[in-house]
């Protein structure tokens, strides 16, 4: 968290939550993937939707919050990421927000969608239950 | 929109809209009922959940995007506002996004939900039809 | 403006100033020059050096600041832009910042500065005057 | 720094980096004195002018960039903090800025400046020598 995600409420203002889910995906789908050889989502997913229930308001601490994040509904060229924001260092922490985003495979050069391939469809499956991170 | 919204994919990052959104509720919830003596809304109204739908991607340009927004699903101490972002001056312009934000009347003070009063109901139901604004 | 560049004191954070002033850059160097057939700022140019100095608070409303900015101290390579912005719509209301960013002309491609071309040299030179635009 | 701090050009915006410098006076002047029982700096401090040189451009990694930042020039109702950021994990990587903000200690109750008390004074020049944090 920044403090100035804060708004004149005093709480985290709701817009900063996708700020919070794109880094956990880009710690999965960039850094996770990529240590593992596999650079193609980097290079090509875009966002078809978004859905955030917001069950908690947040104030900002310096501690991070944690996002655990899954794979879901994988399909020929989009599947859904799933998560849970706990405000504090771990899972056990009060519950602030659920979310899920569909993703969907995107040729960048070429402007459309594509379709997965075996490593991208393996590394979802591998990450299909719930895992913690930090934003 | 402001240039730095967009991304190294040199689109308006995802996470952005949801900003969009904001000052077109801020422009209806706290100016427009505002200019009519009508200031609790600014007083309280929490988020409870976002749902929004990615259509097209939107690059930066000095023009404004257009936002239409409406109220829906008016119940004793919350309502919907739903939304569609067009890319260009107007509704005719190409649709970018489609959106629904449930809003709960919230007592700050208090820390607890809160019913809304007749005026608020009132303003509610008279923006039941789509309306554009520009964000 | 938007209602969530405020912070938790009510008013408009002073990180956000920067985005204010990018914008009216943007505005000269990427619309008004592109408009004139010179699409070379766009190319590159990047801040060396930013000085801002705030002289009071913002507190967000619907109506745009007004920035005014003018070029400096053009030289082989580079560039200063000097700026005031206003809180209404025109010059004559309260200062509340005055900035100014030394920029350099920049090959993005082979990733080093570059001298000024004679196009660019004439824009410069003719806005090297105060004139209003905003944020 | 987050993955969205980036802009078009694929480099971290410079409006970012205030918000770095941010996060650092906040960890400073909020959290460390407030675990010394200080809290007034919370209640009262606002931004008069920032400097900052850009050395180098800044790519999106994990990890975070290291800020070091120390007080200077501790006058009767005013102070400068200054910082230099790396762009890795501590004081030996690559410097990519120096900056200086001048903080004005302020009444927001009265809404005016007020004097260093002595606590404040004594807590501002025990960290008159640089320190690291991270951002």
Redesign the interface.
Known sequence: M???D?????HV???QY??YL??AR??LF??QAGEQGLASFERGV?????????LR?VVYR?EPLCVELWCAAIRAASFVVEYEIYDGPAVGAPLVARARSRCVLYD?AAERPRRLDEAERAFLEAHAEPAAGAA
């Open positions: 920044r403090w100035a804060q708004d004149p409420y005093g203002n709701n817009t996708l700020a794109e880094q880009v710690d960039f850094r875009v966002i078809a939707r978004h859905e955030i229930d917001y308001q310096a960048l």
